[in-house]
């Protein structure tokens, strides 16, 4: 840190002492972070959670007597952004915000660098009108609009952290030798930068890669922790040897691009050998493709440290070692439903026991469990994988989705016969669940005494926990939630503030939240008298079910997922 960036920071920090922002304590707290960082005090004590950031763009335009300007309330133009490189707006910490004839608005987080104005002038021959922004969210929103557009710095970060793995990593292809040779005549540099992303998005943890063309662009991005985030551009010129090279090593048809088409690729990392199924689709200006990771070695299959409460993880432990009956997992696409399953199958996984499934399509391969993959277009539907199921002699079987009355009534009489049957189906709580199957048209005395349990799950962010930071609600927020205000006062909440490991978004990881319905004598009782949804979610919860709200909320309190989270994905 130079001096006059030093002696900067220590005019700031008095200035919000001064003004009551900052305690002495706070100062020395902060001034200490810096030292083992390269950003200026500022950036520090909004990371920190220390001080708001507009407050701290105040006092500097008044140390600096510059004009400020609040970054989020503001919308960059696209076509401004182009006039300043991304590398120098990185180093600079400097964004183009808006052109007025010959004169430029830029907003700075150091007005006093001269020298990055004079470059700035030289290089977009504008006339510069420079403004103060807070530098913690101008280095997020250079990182947004710049990171994704600076094609060729991320294709040197990507390409780097390929070649860094070395012999370790390998794309499997299972191909002809006609293919073979017609994939070494790919690019290099696009066989290369095919690899890194597949290397890039393992590494990150996500869960899905989409690449979208556009009439004058590429898009690449990355779903992590359920968000899409997105990563480059690839020139445009690349389009269709992408298109070809991710096609070619998932088997499919490279001149058919009228039809969607799915493969799989496999990719050697070391010792891991991670699967990455692939779906193409006819778009506007080409195909889109996407490829969904099926990573085992990120597959949790140990139920107890999936975040349940203990009498809900009690119940599903006692649902699922039962040797008959049915045990219903509910909830949207991407809610973690396989996964559960897969879980639930890994606890019973005995040689003592004969485990068949049926899915559509097959996630990951587990061990020691027959696994047969539904393809509805020559008959084999989930329906008729599960007649045969009955004639394999087996104790337990999975069924992938309970899609119709013939698929549902099978696999209740599989239930009421000796069996234990586990799957799914798309409700949004565990009550709906058994009104959802009598609608089906499966009588309520079969449902009522073949199932089990019933599981309605969702996925929430995980605060990052390199900057999570208190925060405090207003009571128009906590009333919105309509639960006892003056509990949710007392309650810690926590927010992510954004740094470098969460890419500014607050959150890292995932965690679940369950509505566990065990299937009591009352409950049952209430389920052949027709009792309605909220009938029956009233009766669990006296018996000491937690809904997904009230699971959400004892997340909140131990400090896991924000309030917005847990709204987002559950019903008051």
């Known amino acids: 840190m130079t001096t006059a960036a030093a002696g900067g920071s220590d005019q700031l920090g008095q200035t919000l002492m001064r003004d009551g922002l900052l305690s002495r304590e706070q ?7 810096q030292k083992s960082s390269r950003h200026r005090l500022g950036y520090v004590l909004v990371k920190l959670g220390l001080v708001p950031e507009l407050a701290i763009t105040k006092v500097l335009a008044r140390q600096h007597r510059m004009p400020a300007v609040d970054l ?12 300043v490189p991304g590398d120098m707006a990185a180093k600079g910490v400097v964004l183009p915000l808006k052109r007025e004839g010959r004169t430029l608005t830029v907003a700075m987080a150091d007005p006093s660098d001269l020298g990055l104005l004079e470059d700035l002038k030289f290089i977009t021959r504008f006339d510069l009108f420079p403004v103060i922004a807070g530098e913690f969210t101008l280095r997020a929103l250079i990182e947004k609009h710049y990171q994704s557009g600076n094609n060729q710095q ?36 696009v066989v290369k930068l095919i690899n890194g992303l597949l290397i890039e998005a393992v590494k990150r943890g996500a869960s899905d890669i989409h690449v979208e063309p556009f009439e004058h662009e590429i898009r690449v991005r990355y779903r992590i922790d359920g968000a899409l985030l997105e990563i480059m551009r690839p020139p445009l010129k690349m389009k269709a040897a992408l298109t070809s090279r991710i096609k070619i090593l998932s088997q499919l048809n490279i001149a058919e691009r009228r039809v969607p088409q799915d493969g799989r690729l496999k990719l050697k990392m070391g010792n891991r050998v991670i699967d990455f199924r692939v779906s193409t689709l006819p778009v506007l200006y080409g195909e889109k493709i996407v490829m969904r990771i099926l990573d085992k070695g990120n597959l949790t299959l140990d139920l107890t440290k999936f975040g349940f409460e203990a009498k809900a993880e009690k119940d599903l432990m006692r649902a699922i070692l039962n040797p008959y009956g049915m045990v219903l997992v509910t909830g949207p696409t991407g809610s973690g439903k396989t996964t559960t399953l897969y879980s639930a199958l890994s606890r019973v996984n005995t040689p003592e026991v004969n485990i068949m499934t049926a899915e559509d399509p097959v ?20 329906a008729a994988a599960l007649k045969a199921f009955l004639r394999q002699d087996p104790n337990i079987i999975m069924i992938g989705e309970i899609r119709d009355l013939e698929t549902g009534g099978i696999a209740i009489k599989a239930a009421l016969t000796g069996h234990l049957v586990l799957s799914t189906l798309h409700t949004n709580d565990a009550a709906s669940t058994i009104t959802r199957m009598i609608d089906m048209g499966i009588e309520a005395f079969n449902v009522a005494s073949a199932v089990n349990l019933v599981v309605a799950q969702r996925l929430i962010r995980r605060i990052c926990k390199d900057c999570k930071a208190s925060h405090t609600y207003t009571d128009e927020v906590l009333a919105s939630l309509g639960t006892d205000l003056e509990k949710l006062r007392t309650i810690p909440f926590m927010k992510g503030t954004g740094c470098d490991t969460c890419s500014g978004t607050g959150y890292k990881g995932r965690a679940g939240l369950y509505e566990v319905m065990a299937l009591s004598p ?29 699971d959400g909320m004892k997340k909140i309190e131990r400090g896991i997922t924000t309030l917005e989270e847990v709204v987002k994905e559950t019903a008051g």
């Open 363 to 382: 996630e990951y391969n587990l061990m020691g469990i027959n696994q047969v993959l539904v393809r509805s277009e020559i008959g084999l539907t989930f």
């Open 27 to 33: 100062l020395t707290q902060a001034l200490a972070e």
């Open 72 to 83: 989020s309330r503001f919308e960059v133009d696209p076509k401004i952004l182009k006039l």
């Open 154 to 189: 991320e294709l040197e970060n990507i390409l780097r952290d390929m070649e860094a793995a070395g012999e370790d990593l390998e794309v499997v292809e299972e191909q002809e030798e006609e293919t073979v040779t017609q994939a070494q005549l790919e690019d290099a540099p």
């Open 522 to 550: 009352e409950l049952r009782r209430m389920i052949l008298r027709g009792a309605s949804v909220h009938e029956m979610q009233e009766q669990a919860v006296l018996e000491g079910m937690l809904t997904l709200r009230m």
